[in-house]
């Protein structure tokens, strides 16, 4: 089946534009768009699409709002939500994650990688600009050398393998890079994932990353 699309930003050129790419693409349906945050709350709970594409700055009611309405209607089948911005601000990363966003994305991002995140997130895997997550991991590690955190207690129920594996996440590898580096299947791999997000309460990679960063799990470099 497709994966459903909705498009959330004030600009008409922009939906428009980005549903010219995503709806040329055999595995993507565009099911509608809003021009406004309160609109792209009620459309998704219309349409109950695999993805919302949720610009960040919106009349009525801004992106991270709309997204928080969205995420929090626990919607069945659930609704991921990639926010867009032309912002490359922190802020809108630590906000965006912290409501459940899957992904974020800059507007001025290829063609291509607009497609793929859009297949990231539908996958139930969350995505994350580049350049966002090198300044995501430095901003935590800046706030780690300002006030050290603790370790999370909830690391110490990983068995060896999986924080092996939570190590590899937060270093930014695919399911498929992480099976190839332990020589394992793939599917042995998303078993462990699946294992250490309901350990640790995550609901996807991008707060994995962040959990990894601020333990000291993973250091930088």
Do not use: C, W
Not at 1 to 19: E, K
Not at 20 to 37: E, F, H, N
Not at 144 to 151: F, H, L
Request: charged content about 25%.
């Amino acid at each position: 089946m497709a994966i459903t699309v909705l498009i959330a930003d004030d600009q008409a050129m922009v939906r428009q534009g980005f549903g010219a790419l995503l709806g040329a693409q055999t595995d993507i349906s565009v099911v509608g768009d809003a021009p406004d945050g309160k609109v792209a709350v009620a459309e998704a709970k219309r349409l109950r699409p695999d993805v919302v594409l949720m610009d960040v700055r919106m009349p009525e009611m801004n992106g991270l709002d709309a997204a928080r309405a969205i995420l929090t209607a626990n919607l069945d089948p659930p609704v991921r939500v990639l926010m867009l911005t032309t912002f490359d601000i922190d802020d809108y990363v630590y906000e965006a994650l912290s409501i459940g966003a899957s992904g974020f994305l800059l507007k001025d991002a290829p063609a291509e990688e607009l497609v793929r995140a859009v297949r990231v997130v539908a996958d139930g895997e969350a995505l994350l600009a580049p350049t966002i997550t090198r300044r995501l991991i430095a901003d935590v590690t800046r706030r780690r050398n300002t006030v050290r955190a603790a370790p999370s207690p909830a690391l110490g129920t990983l068995t060896p393998r999986e924080r092996e594996v939570l190590e590899l996440v937060a270093k930014g590898l695919s399911n498929t890079e992480i099976a190839a580096a332990l020589f394992v299947a793939e599917q042995t791999v998303k078993t462990h994932v699946s294992k250490v997000f309901s350990k640790l309460g995550l609901r996807d990679r991008a707060q994995a990353v962040v959990l990894a960063y601020e333990s000291g799990l993973v250091v930088p470099g």
